[in-house]
């Protein structure tokens, strides 16, 4: 319990001091994650609309496939993402292992199965409302895709949310492919895991309440966003 | 979508920056000198000499001597002997310095259920771990202090795997085992660096410690640019000159914790 | 324009994905410059029979023919008995429809305009359609279709949701529809609406066209007898000799 009290109030210390260290692993954290999140939501929206609205060979495999990267392990995905990037890797000419670039595209892979798995099953469940009517007023199925895609705007965003949850949550693939390198790739997960490794389990947890108090933040900004707008247009 | 978006410009702009500093080395080592605060100390008065900024990458031993071979390194900087010899040998490396060594000490429970306390060396110590079963957190993932632990077992002449489940393999950092010791009241092999900066040790306390065997020499070397061209070479030897120089092995025996010396320079 | 009607259906059978037949052995002609109502018990597969016109569905069987094979998608429109609104304005929902149908953007503020005029919609046309009153919903589904042009327009109890006064609304909406020379296909349970709108009469039970008829015929002598009991308000399955449980409503 004595580690409780002291995360605590070292975590209220941390806050209400500014501590500068903090904000700049609180500003690199949303800075990746947010990054990544949007570049996800840019493929994975539209990629589970097609899945769910075209008929091509292979869609069942699709399907089953985004379902199950869902549950992608973060650290097999740091791995591979590590080879990739490795200056003996493919891409390692690029120089990019240890940068934010790194950490960002780990988390995209990460991110996007997630954002358009929830997706498909959000535009399968907006068409069964809406096939008749779109088809009666001459709408094809791709043509129905941007239309879905806006109508459903509100319930995207939970998908999103959730694709954002994963990537702030998400320590093993940012730490591989990161380096946890102060100043430089040290977010918030990392750094919690780093001082576990130091035994300061008083900070470690304090840094784990402010995360969890940014996330919650992030998820209950974006519902109330979500409910005033899904006011004016009602559902 | 547009608030998140402007979120992320925002941060960029703030944070996008950072990764385009000017110079910078990037170092392979391991989690005994970073978790210590060594680098925290030592390094921004070399940046601040040099204005070369050091990225370090803390990880086992083992790791990081993958990492420099697959030249995502300029320079690695271990303690383990013989793989940094292997490493120079293979090629990879152009040359090891000596800078700096701590030891090594077996903690455990205050208790002491095995009775280490009494033992006279290193060997015995671990034989009565072994004898009296009590569980033991070995690091279990090739980093420097797992292979010397292995070879401290080998020179005692047992085999603590094949006896019994007291004896557990973490597969994980310095730290992270230290936090199991202290868990399940266990025994293990640490560095004194990483025991002294770590801050968990509620029922824990050194057990054995001064044995001549359990010097831990730290070496460093210049990943070579034959290998991997990319390498900053000039940078990476700048930063070694500098840990093999006086200033450098000074700033190194002026790093204390909690009024300890962590690590004393051997380069000259 | 080419005229899509008359529309020919022969020996449509469609059938449920279980098997289960659900339109049986239908074939009529449906011809320009009529109102057609269409009449039957719950159940019966009145809407069935509208979207399979319509295009929406596919029978199992047989052959659904516009005049000379047009690919007549463009010259209908449906109004459902309760409208699917996009999360956007009374006007943009109209404009949705309108660009589907590939009507120059220049051209469409002018169509918009008028029927938003003739359905009494236009102070509501920038409001959230989803935020209308049912009936007003219903009345801007009409001027969606109605902005279309269509040559027939299927319309599928939309009535069956509102209350008299709204009901009355869209009737006046259907006629002027009508009066501008669209075929008006429309499904209904309500016998006084049959009337006072058909000016032919299909009459469906059990997946089956039982009676087409001109309107004044049909109400005076229906030739079937089930369609004289339906006229007269009595219970269908009565008349088979059926129990109450066959009835669709109850077995639900």
């Known amino acids: 319990m004595g580690d409780m009290t002291a995360a605590l109030s070292t975590a209220v210390e941390l806050i209400v001091s500014l501590d500068p260290h903090l904000a700049e692993i609180v500003g690199l954290s949303l800075y990746v994650s947010l990054t990544a999140v949007i570049i996800s939501t840019l493929i994975g929206v539209p990629l589970g609309a097609a899945v769910s609205m075209l008929r091509f060979p292979g869609r069942k495999s699709a399907i089953i496939a985004l379902n199950a990267l869902m549950g992608l392990p973060p650290v097999v995905v740091g791995l591979v993402v590590y080879l990739a990037l490795s200056r003996s890797g493919p891409l390692g000419v690029f120089g990019l292992l240890y940068t934010p670039t790194a950490m960002i595209i780990a988390q995209i892979i990460l991110v996007t199965p997630i954002i358009a798995a929830l997706s498909r099953q959000v535009i399968t469940d907006l068409w069964s409302e809406y096939d008749d009517q779109l088809t009666s007023l001459g709408s094809s199925h791709s043509r129905a895709i941007p239309t879905l895609i806006f109508d459903g705007r509100f319930s995207l965003l939970t998908a999103v949310l959730a694709g954002f949850g994963r990537a702030t949550a998400e320590v093993g693939a940012v730490m591989m492919v990161g380096g946890n390198i102060d100043h430089v790739t040290r977010v918030m997960t990392t750094a919690i895991a780093l001082e576990v490794s130091k035994g300061d389990l008083a900070l470690a947890l304090a840094l784990g309440i402010i995360l969890l108090s940014i996330s919650l933040a992030i998820g209950a900004a974006a519902q109330i966003f979500k409910d005033r707008s899904e006011l004016r247009n009602s559902s | ?268 | ?252």
Not at chain 2, 65 to 70: F, P
Request: charged residues 25%; proline residues 4%.
């Open chain 2, 1 to 268: 979508m547009r608030i998140l978006a402007s979120i992320a410009l925002v941060a960029s702009l703030m944070f996008g920056g950072v990764a385009n500093a000017s110079d910078f080395i990037t170092v392979a080592s391991t989690t005994s000198t970073a978790n210590s605060g060594l680098f925290d100390d030592i390094l921004p008065k070399f940046t601040a000499k040099t204005g070369i900024e050091v990225r370090v990458v803390a990880v086992g031993t083992g790791q990081a001597i993958r990492q420099a071979q697959n030249g995502d390194a300029d320079v690695l900087f271990v303690h383990h002997r013989k793989s940094e010899e292997k490493f120079v040998k293979l090629g990879y490396g152009v040359k090891r310095y000596d800078v700096m060594m701590n030891d090594f000490i077996i903690i455990g429970p205050t208790a002491d259920p095995a009775g280490v306390q009494s033992t006279p060396n290193v060997t015995e110590a671990l034989a009565a771990i072994y004898k009296g079963k009590a569980n033991f957190v070995s690091r279990g993932d090739d980093s420097g202090t797992h292979k010397r632990e292995r070879g401290l077992w080998e020179e005692a002449k047992l085999d603590p795997r094949a006896s019994g489940n007291w004896y557990r393999e973490a597969g994980a950092g310095m730290g992270a085992t230290l936090n199991m010791a202290q868990g399940m009241g266990a025994y293990a092999l640490s560095d004194r660096g990483t025991w002294i900066a770590f801050k968990n040790k509620q029922g824990l306390t050194i057990v054995h410690e001064g044995s001549k065997h359990l010097a831990n020499p730290y070496g460093v070397i210049l990943v070579d640019e034959k290998r991997h061209p990319h390498v900053k070479t000039a940078l990476g030897q700048k930063f070694i000159d500098w840990l093999v120089s006086k200033e450098g092995q000074t700033a190194i025996a002026a790093f204390k914790l909690k009024g300890e010396q962590l690590f004393f320079p051997t380069a000259h």
């Open chain 3, 1 to 252: 324009m080419t005229s899509i009607l008359p529309l020919k259906l022969s020996n449509i059978w469609f059938r449920s994905r279980e098997g289960i037949p659900l339109i049986k052995e239908l074939s009529l002609e449906l011809d320009a410059g009529t109102r057609t109502i269409i009449i039957g018990p719950n159940g019966a597969g009145k809407s069935l029979l509208l979207r399979l016109c319509h295009g929406l569905l596919r029978p199992t069987e047989g052959h659904i023919k516009w005049q000379n094979n047009t690919i007549a998608q463009h010259a209908q429109a449906m109004v459902f008995q309760r409208p699917v609104m996009l999360r956007r304005s009374a006007r943009a929902n109209i404009d949705y429809a309108l660009s589907l149908h590939n009507v120059a953007k220049a051209e469409r503020a002018d169509i918009i305009e008028e029927v938003l005029q003739r359905t009494g919609m236009t102070r509501q046309a920038d409001a959230p359609a989803r935020v209308l009153s049912f009936g007003e919903q219903q009345r801007l589904a009409i001027a969606r279709a109605w902005a279309l042009k269509p040559q027939i327009l299927f319309l599928d109890e939309p009535t069956a949701s509102l209350d008299p006064s709204a009901s009355h609304q869209i009737e006046e909406l259907i006629q002027a529809i009508f009066d501008q020379g669209t075929k008006i296909v429309m499904t209904t349970h309500d016998l006084g609406q049959a009337r006072r709108l058909a000016d032919e009469v299909l009459f469906l039970h059990r997946g089956r066209l039982l009676e087409q008829a001109p309107a004044e015929t049909f109400f005076e002598t229906p030739h079937n007898d089930l369609a004289q009991a339906f006229v007269k308000g009595e219970l269908l399955w009565w008349k088979r000799g059926e129990g109450p449980r066959r009835d669709p409503k109850h077995a639900r």
